[in-house]
């Protein structure tokens, strides 16, 4: 299977049943079985000097030591750490910014737990614990998103609260997340000139006009190639992760339930309940999803998008918890 270079592979390359056991891939559904093959990560990370590493697979630029900002910060002063950086010009770059959201999880491998970045990764000192992005959470606009990089979940944390930045370069062309406005610390509308945020900076891909296309009972989203179901419920309410699994296939030949990064490809960073993009032609949307993901952390938890909110976290694979949505391609579009 070949993947829109909008979409990330997971870097998921083994199978587990729902006590986590290993179990072959051929027939499970599961994410590995589709999977392709993500670049190594001699190939995938390119020195770019002694203290910076060019990803190849996204155009990025991020500095080899993921602690050089010292100590962990409220957000504003993280955006203003990576500020600084462009105007000090640091290690020759005057493009550092706070990386959004799509930018900073662009480094997770879903294969890989403590920390969870690909095998073989060349970069030093990673706190497994959050680090801040530029995006602020449209949920709840005094918070904004950060990611987890012990196990590779997403969630929000007010933005007084101190977690580490790991300030990015260059150019992407990862999607953009839709976030358009910026918000102060206490998460009032405020003029983005000057801020650093996501919503100023707008990095990514633009996303077609119209982005998605209604074909019956299916949805096309022409930024990613991926075919969604258009009712977002194949289950008609939540079940357990081996019953997500079979649902999704049962739903016609190529259908499977989608892998965490096409979930999350879904999310419009500047919507909530759902965080889906405005006029989305989609139906029976619920709350959560199951992925057909495991977790490398756990693996008797598959990782789960939490719609509502636009949050990637993780669910007990026998526990009935969350919906299924299933999804075919990418096309060819």
Not at 108 to 122: D, F, I, M
Request: charge should be negative; aromatic fraction near 12%.
């Amino acid at each position: 299977m070949t993947f829109s270079r909008t979409v990330l592979p997971t870097g998921q390359t083994t199978c587990h049943d729902v006590d986590g056991r290993d179990v072959p891939c051929s027939g499970s559904g599961q994410d590995a079985a589709f999977a392709s093959p993500l670049l190594p990560a001699g190939d995938r990370f390119v020195a770019s000097g002694p203290d910076l590493v060019a990803d190849a697979l996204t155009g990025l630029v991020w500095p080899r030591d993921a602690g050089l900002a010292g100590f962990p910060m409220p957000w504003a002063e993280a955006l203003a750490f990576a500020a600084g950086w462009a105007r000090d010009g640091r290690f020759g770059r005057t493009d550092w910014r706070l990386p959004n959201r799509r930018e900073l999880r662009s480094l997770l491998s879903y294969g890989a737990a403590r920390p969870a970045l690909p095998p073989g990764h060349p970069f030093q000192n990673v706190f497994l614990g959050w680090y801040w992005t530029s995006t602020t959470a449209a949920p709840a606009p005094g918070y904004a998103w950060y990611v987890h990089m012990e196990g590779g979940r997403m969630f929000y944390g007010r933005k007084d609260q101190d977690c580490l930045c790991w300030p990015v370069a260059g150019e992407t062309l990862l999607p953009r997340t839709g976030q358009t406005r910026c918000f102060d610390g206490a998460g009032e509308g405020i003029t983005c000139a000057g801020t650093g945020q996501d919503g100023e900076l707008l990095r990514g891909t633009l996303w077609p006009t119209p982005r998605f296309e209604t074909r019956d009972a299916n949805v096309l989203d022409r930024l990613t190639g991926l075919l969604w179901a258009r009712a977002a419920d194949a289950a008609k309410g939540t079940v357990s992760w081996a019953e997500a699994l079979d649902i999704a296939a049962a739903s016609g030949e190529g259908w499977r339930l989608p892998n965490i990064n096409e979930l999350e490809s879904l999310v419009d960073a500047g919507s909530a309940f759902p965080a889906l993009p405005a006029g989305h032609p989609f139906t029976h949307v619920g709350e959560a999803y199951w992925s057909s993901t495991t977790s490398a952390f756990e693996k008797n938890w598959a990782h789960a998008l939490y719609l509502h909110k636009g949050a990637v976290g993780v669910g007990f694979k026998s526990g009935w918890d969350f919906l299924v949505w299933p999804v075919c391609g990418p096309e060819n579009i």
